[in-house]
């Protein structure tokens, strides 16, 4: 993995001698770009000017709950705006939710999240924080779990934490209104979910508080509760939600439409290039470090009639290089290229198979080129798999003893000996 910095989205050193009211400005112009909400942006301003005045850093909060094992690049949307606060010179505090992770985050969902076991959680935020260090400092990141203060709350904590707020302000949320009109049921523990996010903001004293668009009445809570606390109140900034690589639903693992960032450089320029023309500005503007002029140089050279697969492929190199190296990403777009032309990848997987011969359908399945037979077959009748650089058109095909490369789709591919 790539550990070089330099290319972070605020790379460069701030000139030390501007005046005070000029640093503020770039503080908040910095903050502003691409976010969706900055609240309340004057009070932020505030904050910013303290900080710079006295020299003490704002507490910048991001929280993720480890319901997966792996983040996307859908989180480091997010992350991107948190390391740009954190080469400003704050303390961003990147807060893992293995407790809320048992509750089960009801923002966006249309029925009650099915929670998870600590077993679980505990395997899938092992990972979290040493991925999230390929965007952010790790030298310079606070790293907390709210289990550190909510475990310690009790029976009697939560109950005197959830007479803070009542159940009219929880129906103000747009999800538990509409499931309630809907007639679905919304279990009495989803309203304890933003009551524990926003206490968390409360114990680590958040001057600022990131989430994406959907996290916006959660953060509200938090300075709601700080507000009862006798606390200065957290600003809040929402980040656009990235869709994923079908350009409709936002990128999720569970929906099969998601770029990991710690998937194979190959896997990972593949997938930049297959998102459409027209999904590449998103990418562009919530994943790119490239300015907002240069990014509108770009859109201004397509409207002249260049080529945009050349600006996906730039898009494609910055992201791996980011997460991987230089010479990951000039290999991976040689590895495309060469896809492109109907060549075979050097580092696809061997696999040796036994039972010949063996239906198309559970071949596929079994060199793991297929969720299940079914898929596979589904993919023969859209014409997406070849044996040899062959289409197979026959879903009834019975393949011989022999080696052979199977491919499904773009990507896929495995060299088999079947016996």
């Not at 596929?364 to 993919?379: F, I, P, V």
């Amino acid at each position: 993995m790539n550990q070089d910095q330099s290319n972070s989205p605020n790379a460069a050193a701030r000139p030390a001698a501007l005046p005070l009211s000029d640093r503020v400005n770039e503080a908040l112009a910095i903050a502003r770009r691409g976010v969706d909400e900055l609240l309340i942006e004057s009070e932020f301003a505030q904050k910013l000017a303290r900080s710079e005045h006295s020299g003490q850093p704002l507490r910048i909060k991001l929280g993720l709950d480890p319901t997966a094992p792996d983040l996307h690049l859908g989180h480091t949307v997010v992350l991107n705006k948190m390391r740009q606060l954190q080469d400003l010179g704050h303390q961003v505090i990147f807060l893992i939710g293995d407790f809320t992770s048992m509750i089960g985050d009801p923002s966006g969902r249309n029925a009650t999240r099915p929670p998870l076991t600590r077993e679980q959680i505990e395997i899938n935020a092992k990972t979290y924080f040493a991925q999230a260090s390929l965007v952010l400092d790790p030298a310079r990141t606070e790293i907390r779990y709210n289990s550190e203060w909510c475990d310690k709350l009790g029976s009697r904590g939560m109950i005197q934490l959830a007479s803070r707020y009542t159940v009219a302000r929880m129906m103000e949320r747009d999800d538990f209104t509409k499931r309630f009109r809907d007639g679905t049921p919304i279990s009495v523990h989803e309203f304890l979910y933003p009551l524990m996010q926003g206490y968390d903001s409360v114990e680590l004293k958040a001057d600022l508080e990131l989430g994406g668009t959907d996290q916006k009445f959660n953060l509200l809570v938090g300075r709601e509760l700080q507000k009862d606390w006798g606390q200065e109140p957290q600003c809040i900034l929402t980040m656009p939600l990235l869709e994923g690589l079908d350009g409709v639903e936002k990128m999720s693992k569970s929906k099969g439409n998601y770029i990991g960032i710690t998937e194979p450089a190959n896997n990972m320029f593949g997938k930049v290039m297959s998102i459409s023309d027209t999904m590449m500005w998103r990418y562009f503007d919530l994943l790119s470090f490239r300015s907002i002029a240069e990014i509108a140089g770009f859109k201004a050279e397509v409207e002249a009639g260049r080529n945009p697969r050349d600006l996906k492929v730039a898009l494609a190199q910055e992201i791996v290089t980011r997460f991987h190296s230089q010479q990951a990403a000039d290999d991976a777009l040689a590895d495309f290229v060469n896809r492109s032309k109907g060549g075979i990848p050097d580092d696809i997987p061997a696999i040796s198979l036994a039972g010949a011969p063996l239906g198309i359908g559970q071949l596929l399945k079994q060199a793991n080129l297929c969720a299940s037979s079914s898929e596979a077959l589904r993919m023969v009748e859209q014409g997406g798999v070849r044996i040899d650089g062959a289409v197979v058109s026959d879903k009834g095909l019975k393949v011989d003893a022999g080696q052979f490369v199977l491919q499904v789709g773009k990507r896929k591919f495995a060299r088999v000996t079947l016996a």
